[in-house]
């Protein structure tokens, strides 16, 4: 139980270009969902917090016109990255919480950007 | 500020030996310590979670520790496979419920070798 799905994996695009990234919660209900960033050799690094039906709150210092997100329902959250510029290469990894402080994490999805 | 520092960063081991990583947090309120194996290119799985009164939990051959007076944790390693290569992340919770924050470590990665 407890299964999180991302979608691309691994996803070149051209710089300028935007990307969307989905996150799934594939057999439970998330009431909130948490996006992630992660460069190599690096620990995580929290981007934002999304509760379903309401908009996303983010960390200092992430760009919330950059880093789209939308959480429609209660499985799904979407990260859409606009824009996107070589620094924005990256290891992005969503999870998923159904209200307590456990999270679930997706397999992460490996965004580059040329 | 909340930090979990591990050590150390990285660690060779012959296959079928023992290892153990350690993990020093400072996080307030303290809630509950983590344990989680990421396999590169993928996200993190937990391994262990242990609360304040919880002194040790073991997880097939894996068993982590706390110390809640010191802040120390570490996660011990035996009989090591080839499998057991990847990045091992402490994370604290601090808080509860929907208001709590997770704190990572910055990873061990341990490979190990034949």
């Known amino acids: 139980g407890a299964v999180v799905s991302q979608h691309p994996s691994r996803v070149i695009c051209k710089s300028g270009t935007s990307v969307k990234i989905e996150c799934r919660s594939l057999?439970?209900?998330?009431?909130?969902m948490f996006w992630y960033r992660q460069f190599p050799k690096q620990s995580l690094m929290l981007m934002a917090t999304?509760?379903?039906?309401?908009?996303?709150?983010?960390e200092q210092g992430v760009e919330k016109d950059k880093f789209l997100i939308n959480h429609a329902s209660l499985t799904l959250s979407t990260l859409t990255v606009t824009s996107a510029h070589p620094e924005d290469s990256s290891f992005y990894i969503c999870?998923?919480?159904?209200?307590?402080?456990?999270?679930?994490f997706g397999p992460g999805t490996r965004l580059t950007v040329l | 500020k909340n930090q979990v520092e591990q050590s150390p960063q990285s660690l060779i081991i012959l296959e079928g030996k023992n290892c153990t990583l350690q993990?020093?947090?400072?996080?307030?309120?303290?809630?509950?310590l983590r344990w989680y194996k990421q396999d590169t290119g993928r996200g993190p799985v937990s391994l262990t979670i242990?609360?304040?009164?919880?002194n040790t939990k073991s997880n097939g051959r894996y068993t982590a520790t706390l110390d809640a007076d010191t802040k120390q944790s570490s996660l011990h390693i035996t009989a090591s496979q080839l499998s057991d290569s990847a990045s091992y992340i402490c994370?604290?919770?601090?808080?509860?419920?929907?208001?709590?924050?997770?704190?990572f470590g910055t990873g061990t990665r341990l490979q190990v070798t034949l």
């Open positions: 993990c020093n947090y400072t996080v307030s309120p303290f809630s509950n």
């Open positions: 242990m609360t304040f009164s919880e």
């Open positions: 057999d439970f209900q998330a009431t909130t």
């Open positions: 999870s998923a919480s159904v209200g307590g402080d456990t999270q679930y």
């Open positions: 994370v604290v919770s601090a808080g509860s419920g929907t208001a709590s924050k997770l704190t």
């Open positions: 999304s509760n379903e039906g309401s908009k996303a709150t983010y």
